[in-house]
Nanobody
Framework: VLLEESGGGSVKAGASRRLSCAAS????????MAWFRQPAGKEREFVAY???????DYADSVKGRFTISRDNAANAVYLQMNSLEPEDTAVYYC????????????????WGHGTQVTVSS
């Protein structure tokens, strides 16, 4: 599975941004999909996941602000980010795995190259 993120950029605090991840290769609908992020100089951290029955979960830091969704017909997963804060500044990665839903980066087999999101105050 090849994953490619898009939609990153620079925004002001309070703005919204939608990230997209296009998948190609093996059957997309059978994978759990997730978003992780990595702030500069910090470790990669879980943001959200959605499994094949569309169950979702989120990191506490983004609950109520971010929404993950998927379109199996389009082989795509999205991350709608609202009320962005400077603390959301990071490189955002899309990931695919076979676990039903996991917060752990090591459980995801396929990764995109990331897209930078910068939120200024």
């Amino acid at each position: 599975v090849l994953l490619e993120e898009s939609g990153g950029g620079s925004v002001k605090a309070g703005a919204s941004r939608r990230l997209s991840c296009a998948a190609s290769g093996r059957t997309f609908s059978s994978f759990a999909m997730a978003w992780f992020r990595q702030p500069a100089g910090k470790e990669r951290e879980f943001v959200a996941y959605i499994n094949w029955v569309r169950e979702t979960d989120y990191a506490d830091s983004v609950k109520g602000r971010f929404t993950i969704s998927r379109d199996n017909a389009a082989n795509a997963v999205y991350l709608q980010m609202n009320s962005l804060e400077p603390e959301d500044t990071a490189v955002y990665y899309c990931a695919a795995g076979t676990y039903s839903g996991s917060f752990v980066a090591a459980d995801y087999v396929y990764w995109g190259h990331g897209t930078q999101v910068t939120v200024s105050s």
